[in-house]
């Protein structure tokens, strides 16, 4: 949204913000294909116009601000010219640098996406190396979205892809394969026999559509004991559908743990292994509805800004523009809890590592599983609604501290049980899941290692689909209008 107050800081400019993460590099920033015809000048003007839009509200909100370059090439292309003025990552250099920081060519499908509605076959995989040394790539099934395109033709948790179009998968092809464009996928499925994979003949045919996904996947009560265990497999902080300016699946997480104070529950597992994160505030009422002695008035978390623009915000908006405290809610379960189970692997990142995070100062956080991503920084959606420019931008703006000023998870939380994800996978929610089981075995007193399952499954794993998903180590702040 541009206005034409020019006395007012850029940022003020730029229309519509959410506070949001990284999109991984396995889709990286949907960056189109190197053009190497001569550039015209009305190309050049183009690119310019985005460019400027591009640096001047950089200037303004990126959090590392101060690092842009002072005399920036705007006659590249926008995805070229926003990669040339970020402080990027460097192991050595600029350990304290920016790996999530993204630009998309269209505003309208960005924010579609941060919404969980994409163009999709409705399935998330993980890509496997075949075996020790090979250049075969399988493509592990790890959930199926309800009456999605690919439940429809009944893939299923853990069925193996080894052939797509009738060719094999392998580490130069997979990305063409899986991630076109196509409209349709005939997938060739390959079986474990005698801890051998074998290839089928067995094939699954299935269209892509646009499709709603619905974070809140599943729901389950187990009682064992004097135990009453809640379970829920929540894999994206949305608060509602695309379009919806409601909660609607706010509103459906609040339902279930309703019913979990209802039926006494005592103990909790929350599966976030492939959430890769969302909106912040979907994380503060999650976070609300557990923490133990949580109410309106604590601090769940507090933002750092930049150097440049915290004064203005300050100054306009008050301390607590940088303050995420927890709501008040009558369905918390945290009165009858302890502690808190989190399932993890190295796709829990962002706002789910928010609720590690936030939940810490005041109960005791127990995770299972693996490494979780490390992302302790959000972003925001910056795009132009004059209609004028149609990409939208991504850039970090702030960083991440509980109420005790911790944000010491750069490099994520390693598991408090180690348990990895075996090649054999039974159903989210059935208690021999190897995650899942063990959080049960915690509770109960019949798994007592630090260390389960961690070799269960030898092959290399190179990525997932998670990767792709927009949100994908999301930290998205609700939508905010700054008035004049």
């Known amino acids: 949204m541009i206005n034409v107050f020019n006395n007012q800081p850029v940022w003020q400019k730029s229309g519509l913000w959410l506070l949001a993460g990284f999109l991984l590099t396995l889709s990286s920033c949907h960056k189109e294909a190197d053009d190497v015809s001569p550039k015209t000048a009305a190309t050049s003007n183009q690119n310019g116009t985005v460019d400027n839009w591009i640096l001047e509200n950089m200037r303004d909100v990126y959090y590392w601000n101060d690092k842009i370059p002072a005399n920036p090439d705007t006659t590249l292309s926008p995805s070229d010219f926003f990669d040339s003025i970020l402080y990027k990552f460097d192991e050595t250099l600029r350990p304290d640098g920016d790996r999530f920081s993204w630009i998309q060519e269209s505003a309208?499908?960005?924010t579609a996406s941060l919404s969980g509605q994409t163009k999709t076959?409705?399935?998330e995989f993980t890509l496997y190396l075949r075996s020790s040394g090979s250049t075969d790539v399988i493509?592990?099934?790890?959930y199926v979205l309800p009456n999605s395109p690919a439940a429809q033709a009944g893939l299923k948790r853990g069925d193996i892809i080894s052939k797509v179009n009738g060719q094999s998968i392998t580490t130069t092809n997979y990305?063409?394969?899986l991630f076109s464009d196509a409209s349709t996928y005939t997938y060739g499925l390959a079986q474990l026999n005698n801890q051998s994979l074998v290839d089928t003949d067995v094939t699954k045919t299935v269209n892509t559509a646009v499709y709603q996904e619905n974070p809140v996947f599943l729901d389950s009560v187990y009682t064992i004991g004097s135990k009453t265990i809640g379970y829920l497999v929540y894999n994206q902080f949305v608060p509602a559908p695309n379009g919806s300016q409601g909660t609607e699946y706010d509103n459906q997480v609040d339902a279930i743990f309703s019913k979990f104070k209802s039926k006494g529950v005592n103990e909790l597992v929350l599966d976030l292994r492939y959430n890769p994160g969302g909106y912040t505030s979907s994380s503060a009422n999650l976070a609300s509805l557990i923490g133990k002695g949580v109410d309106a008035s604590k601090l769940y978390f507090r933002e750092e800004w930049n150097a440049t623009l915290t004064p203005y915000l300050q100054k306009e908006y008050g301390s607590d523009f940088f303050l995420q405290k927890f709501s008040t809610k009558a369905q918390n379960i945290g009165g009858n809890l302890s502690r808190v189970f989190v399932l993890t692997t190295d796709h829990t990142a962002s706002a789910s590592e928010?609720?590690?995070?936030?939940l810490r100062p005041y109960m005791t956080v127990t995770t299972i599983g693996t490494t979780t991503y490390g992302k302790n920084v959000g972003s925001i959606t910056i795009t132009d609604d004059s209609g004028k420019i149609k990409w939208g931008m991504q850039p970090i703006v702030f960083k991440s501290y509980n109420s005790l000023g911790q944000s010491d998870y750069a490099t994520g939380f390693k598991p408090s049980v180690e348990v990895e994800?075996?090649?054999t996978l039974y159903p989210l929610g059935d208690t021999r899941d190897a995650l899942l089981g063990t959080a049960i075995g915690q509770i109960t007193g019949t798994v007592a290692s630090s260390r389960v399952g961690a070799t269960q499954n030898s092959l290399k794993a190179l990525g997932s689909s998670i990767q792709r998903?927009?949100?994908?180590?999301?930290?998205?702040?609700?939508?905010?209008h700054f008035s004049l």
Request: no cysteine; net charge negative; aromatic share 0%.
């Open 108 to 110: 309208d499908d960005l």
């Open 121 to 123: 076959t409705g399935m």
């Open 139 to 142: 493509a592990q099934v790890l």
């Open 175 to 177: 990305e063409s394969l």
């Open 354 to 358: 928010l609720i590690i995070n936030g």
């Open 421 to 423: 994800e075996p090649i």
């Open 469 to 480: 998903k927009a949100g994908g180590s999301q930290m998205i702040r609700p939508l905010k």
